[in-house]
């Protein structure tokens, strides 16, 4: 922010100026109340000067400044805007701000600063307003204009990247809006909301083609979009603005908008009613054909007609047709079929409900097939580990041929043939992670007809507990040399795995440790690169996984058995007394040795990285097996004493 404004003969800034005497009132306004503040004020008379004129200024002045922060207005020096240009005598808690200024936004309850509106307008004293809604770089103020006539105040918008514009003033607001959003969000002044009467959080429909999508709740307000007819538009409030007039405040690809509220209707005008006066009638002889009829359907272009088919438990696409009347044929390997029909717009691609209607073939043979009972002992239980599976079943129907099974659609709101069902008393329901409860119902099937349906909700169990941390986690020495360690715990209750990391130095982030794979416990080897190393474990279960628990594991000194003398085996050394590490490379090894000579037996191989303790250092030179000349170390390593090169050591 900058707290100085640019020198009057560089631009006009335009500001409510105070005294230096000025006593700061108390900050207990928000932005958002300064904008709904200035939002009261359109329409209203506005201040008049000594002259009967009204000014910019004097609006900002004896109304804003005076009504609306509390301020006295014998604080203020002169009766314009151009009076107004302080060059940063004003309060230390106002603030200017030119547009100029990286990631510039104007908030509501700023007093925005022209130096000329144009067309000769304000290019002598300047204009000044108080900001009602900012988004954006568009504007929309509460402000007076120089005018004997014009005495109100006026609602108008700006775009600030007009050249007349300077920046703002900002007030001490009580609360701190985040001004590097990208846009500022539409302020819904909290007096409109409830007057007047919506139905909210449910779809409303476009009454015409090309209703306009606002900015603001006004006719001259930005439009963001437009609505075809019979498009849909989530309502979420309504207003009345300063001008009586109602709209609706709406979802518009996830910001607040507003609509005309005469723009949009609760009932689609594309909606297509449902078929009605549907009627069915032998159409052959062998009255294995039967003609559908019903009456037509305003606003209907086409009509589709279905069947069910037991083979394939399911309804299946019969035809369409642009008549009212549709002929099935090839019905012969039942004594009855179920039809259903709706009407359909392709234009906008709307559809009707179904209505159904069953065709049962006349002077048929007195079958003595009874329709088979409801299915009983239905029952639905989880089939996964994550309970997205169920297991539908149900008793054996006496006289049943086949069952049909349906599911719920909660997506659709209409029930749905279940694909994963084929045949028999029972089968398993996948893909069920969508919801909590899923209802299924069955019927039994025969030559006489269908069953009543039964049903039956799948309720998935409640989750397990997320698993305790583990305890008596710890660290131990697995090898002679050191370079494995034992990580242990406890078995944590309701755990059925266990996720097991160590800290890798050469990448500053946890690894999986590759050597563990299941149990409380594992060894983890290859740690020779370091003196110490970090672990942790987290009990793991199908509801998740508990905090990390951590361990460190630190190689082990060597202690070796007290040496007072610095004569080892008749050779003069000076003391080293301290653990020391073989260095002689990957896959090498160091020879030990009985004596610092060129006829030395060997004692055994030291790997790399080994730990040793050293006594002492020879003072001179003596030959190794090859006969050259080397200082050799005196050392304990694995319970015995000897010697070995000591320039493999560090």
Not at 29 to 41: I, L, N, R, V
Not at 87 to 105: H, L, R
Not at 433 to 439: D, G, K
Request: glycine content about 8%.
């Amino acid at each position: 922010m900058i707290k100085k404004l640019i020198s009057a003969s560089t631009v006009f800034i335009i500001l409510i100026t105070m005294l230096s005497t000025y006593a700061v009132a108390a900050n207990n306004k928000t932005s958002e109340e300064a904008g709904q503040w200035a939002e009261k004020q359109v329409g209203t008379v506005g201040v008049m000067d000594s002259k009967g004129k009204a000014t910019c200024a004097w609006f900002v002045r004896y109304r804003y400044a005076t009504d609306f922060w509390g301020l006295s207005d014998s604080v203020f020096q002169g009766g314009s805007a151009k009076d107004y240009r302080l060059d940063g005598n004003y309060p230390s808690n106002w603030t200017a701000i030119p547009k100029t200024e990286a990631n510039f936004k104007a908030l509501p309850g700023d007093v925005a600063v022209w130096t000329s509106l144009g067309s000769g307008l304000g290019q002598t004293h300047g204009h000044v307003a108080v900001i009602i809604i900012a988004s954006g770089n568009k504007i929309t103020v509460a402000e007076q204009v120089t005018s004997t006539t014009k005495t109100n105040v006026y609602r108008s918008e700006y775009n600030i990247n007009n050249s007349g514009f300077w920046g703002v003033i900002r007030p001490p607001y009580s609360n701190t809006p985040n001004e590097t959003q990208t846009e500022l969000p539409v302020i819904i002044p909290s007096y409109w909301d409830g007057r007047g009467k919506v139905t909210v959080n449910k779809t409303w429909y476009a009454v015409r083609d090309n209703v306009p999508v606002r900015q603001t709740p006004y006719d001259d307000g930005a439009i963001v979009g437009t609505l075809l007819t019979g498009e849909g538009i989530t309502v979420t409030g309504n207003v009345v603005n300063s001008k009586n007039n109602l709209w609706y405040r709406v979802n518009y690809n996830g910001q607040l908008r507003w609509v005309f509220s005469e723009r949009l209707t609760e009932t689609n005008p594309n909606q297509i009613s449902a078929v009605s006066g549907l009627r069915v009638e032998s159409a052959s002889a062998d009255n294995n054909s039967a003609r559908i009829s019903w009456n037509s359907v305003s606003g209907a272009n086409s009509y589709q007609i279905e069947y069910w088919s037991p083979a394939q438990n399911g309804w299946r696409v019969d035809g369409t047709t642009t008549n009212t009347s549709y002929t099935s044929s090839g019905l012969s390997a039942h004594p009855s079929w179920a039809f259903r029909v709706r009407a359909r717009n392709t234009n906008t691609n709307t559809n009707g409900a179904w209505t159904e209607v069953t065709y049962v073939k006349p002077n048929q043979p007195q079958s003595t097939v009874q329709v088979p009972s409801a299915p009983s002992g239905l029952s639905a239980t989880s089939a996964s580990s994550d309970h997205n599976s169920a297991r539908i079943s149900w008793n054996a129907v006496s006289g049943a041929t086949s069952y049909q099974v349906q599911y719920w659609s909660p997506a659709n709101s209409d029930w749905r043939t279940d694909t994963s069902y084929s045949s028999g008393t029972s089968y398993t329901s996948t893909g069920l992670s969508a919801n909590s409860s899923w209802t299924y119902r069955v019927r039994a099937v025969n030559s006489a007809g269908s069953s009543d349906w039964a049903q039956v909700t799948y309720t998935k169990p409640a989750s397990v507990a997320v698993p305790s941390a583990p305890t008596g986690l710890s660290a131990t020495s697995a090898s002679t040399d050191n370079n494995s360690a034992r990580i242990s715990w406890n078995a944590v209750s309701g755990a059925t795995s266990y996720q097991v990391q160590y800290w890798s130095p050469s990448h500053s982030d946890w690894r999986n440790d590759g050597d563990y794979y299941s149990g409380t416990s594992y060894t983890s080897t290859g740690l020779s690169a370091n003196s110490s190393w970090t672990y942790r474990v987290r009990a793991v279960n199908s509801s998740g996984s508990s905090d990390w628990v951590q361990v460190t594991y630190t190689k082990p000194s060597v202690v070796a058995p007290v040496e007072t003398s610095l004569n080892y085996d008749g050779y003069a050394c000076s003391a080293i007394d301290r653990n020391m590490t073989v260095n002689v490379g990957a896959g090498s090894t160091l020879r030990f040795c009985n004596a610092p000579t060129s006829s030395n037996t060997s004692l055994g191989s030291i790997s790399n990285n080994a730990l040793v303790y050293v006594y002492g250092v020879t003072t001179s030179t003596y030959p190794n097996i090859s006969g050259t000349y080397i200082y050799w170390a005196y050392i304990y390593y694995n319970g015995q004493t000897g010697w070995v090169n000591y320039a493999w050591l560090k």
